[in-house]
């Protein structure tokens, strides 16, 4: 499950439709997830998300803004991406693009 996700980061990904994949229930992959990951599954397919970035912005032939790669990775709120990113890599996503 772990690897189709990741293969699908750009795509809608729903807990319904991660369950429907799966072969089993929301509640199930729920369940699953939290004992698992300690995380729900979107809070887990958010941290991918997340992951995946720097080298989105840092990816040498491809420069794409910050606004770019965070609607290109799922992040419509982009001062949610931002903040996030932050807190994660303890810069701006603007800063990573300037590198």
């Known amino acids: 499950m772990q690897n189709w996700i990741v293969r699908h980061l750009r795509a ?8 429907a994949h799966a072969g089993v229930t929301a509640r199930a992959l729920q369940i699953a997830f939290l004992k698992y990951f300690h995380k729900t599954p979107s809070a887990h397919i958010r941290d991918l998300r997340m992951q995946a970035a720097p080298a989105e912005l840092l990816s040498p032939g491809h420069r794409k803004s910050v606004t770019e790669v965070a609607l290109a990775l799922g992040f419509s709120h982009l001062g949610r991406f931002s903040s996030g990113y932050q807190k994660k890599f303890g810069d701006c996503p603007s800063v990573s693009c300037s590198r």
């Open 12 to 19: 809608d990904l729903t807990p319904t439709k991660l369950a």
